[in-house]
């Protein structure tokens, strides 16, 4: 059984920064493609970035240049490194496959950017 264990999350000030981790267990983590995904009230789920396999990554075009995802495959641990953070970024992070694994979505963390 697939689980995602997000953390992280806080109040920041414009222009600041957090990292996001995702702690997961049940799957095999090396070889899956990873994601961040955040949704904001009244909006619905939508992909910030991925990461395969591989190393490769894709950002959607509003964090890109900002946002930095990564994984670390001794940990099973994938990470968001969020800089420049403006609030139209506050929203509740969640990590899962890519596509996703719709019965595995996690609780998310709240990332409130705000003076």
């Known amino acids: 059984q697939v689980q995602l264990v997000e953390s992280g999350g806080g109040l920041v000030q414009p222009g600041g920064s957090l990292r996001l981790s995702c702690a997961t267990s049940g799957m095999i983590f090396r070889i899956v493609t990873l994601g961040w995904y955040r949704q904001a009230p009244g909006n619905q789920r939508e992909l910030v970035a991925l990461?395969?396999?591989?190393?490769?990554?894709n950002y959607a075009d509003s964090v890109k240049g900002r946002f930095t995802i990564s994984r670390d495959n001794t940990k099973n641990t994938l990470y968001l490194q969020m800089n420049s953070l403006k609030p139209e970024d506050t929203a509740v992070y969640f990590c899962?496959?890519?596509?996703?694994?719709?019965?595995?979505w996690g609780q998310g963390t709240q990332v409130t950017v705000s003076t």
């Open positions: 990461i395969t396999f591989t190393g490769s990554t």
């Open positions: 899962n496959k890519n596509p996703p694994h719709e019965n595995s």
